[in-house]
T-cell receptor, first 112, second 110 residues
């Protein structure tokens, strides 16, 4: 089955720790995206990538980093510089010219 | 002014009624508009997209676009309790990325 796989589903981070969220797609989509969703809020764009080895900052990139070494993979690292990382993180992808995104099932990150 | 605005709700309708969800956007040059449904704790799923002024129908769902008024709406006919969810309006920006509203929570009572 084609789709987007995010892992882990739940993640707990200690203060001052970096964590990496995984996003893998087998849809052969060109573009990939990371969004953050806080309770009662819409989705806010963190980073996106249109092609391999290239990515752009979204609206709330501070405290996050990404890489796009393979078309299929777009991992997100939440660094210790992100002061309020507790949120629901969504990865999405689309092929150029397509209608809308396909979303992964999300990772819920909690700071403990 | 937010780029995409929605009333947070909740919008409560009885089963079988028509639910009307509204969205306004600020960028007059926007070309593509999307409605996503999101159940609690789940990821969004695409319901409808619309590019041209007027109505677009798909089953019980109708998307309406009025570019002059910068207004997009979603009508759900014969609403079912399973339609209870948050509905996110999204607008494509620069042909590259979607900008989302905060969503409208819909409650359909049996």
């Amino acid at each position: 089955d084609g789709g987007i796989t995010q892992s882990p589903k739940y993640l707990f981070r200690k203060e001052g720790q970096n964590v990496t969220l995984s996003c893998e797609q087998n849809l052969n989509h060109d573009a990939m995206y990371w969004y953050r969703q806080d309770p009662g809020q819409g989705l806010r764009l963190i980073y996106y990538s249109q092609i391999v080895n290239d990515f752009q900052k979204g609206d709330i990139a501070e405290g996050y980093s990404v890489s796009r070494e393979k078309k299929e993979s777009f991992p997100l690292t939440v660094t210790s510089a992100q002061k309020n990382p507790t949120a629901f993180y969504l990865c999405a992808s689309r092929t150029h010219g397509a209608d809308g995104y396909t979303f992964g099932s999300g990772t819920r990150l909690t700071v403990v | 002014q937010k780029e995409v605005e929605q009333n947070s709700g909740p919008l409560s309708v009885p089963e079988g009624a028509i639910a009307s969800l509204n969205c306004t956007y600020s960028d007059r040059g926007s070309q593509s508009f999307f409605w996503y449904r999101q159940y609690s704790g789940k990821s969004p799923e695409l319901i409808m997209f619309i590019y041209s002024n007027g109505d677009k129908e798909d089953g019980r769902f109708t998307a309406q676009l009025n570019k002059a008024s910068q207004y997009v709406s979603l009508l759900i006919r014969d609403s079912q309790p399973s339609d209870s969810a948050t509905y996110l309006c999204a607008v494509m920006k620069g042909f590259q990325k979607l900008v989302f509203g905060t969503g409208t929570r819909l409650l359909v009572s049996p």
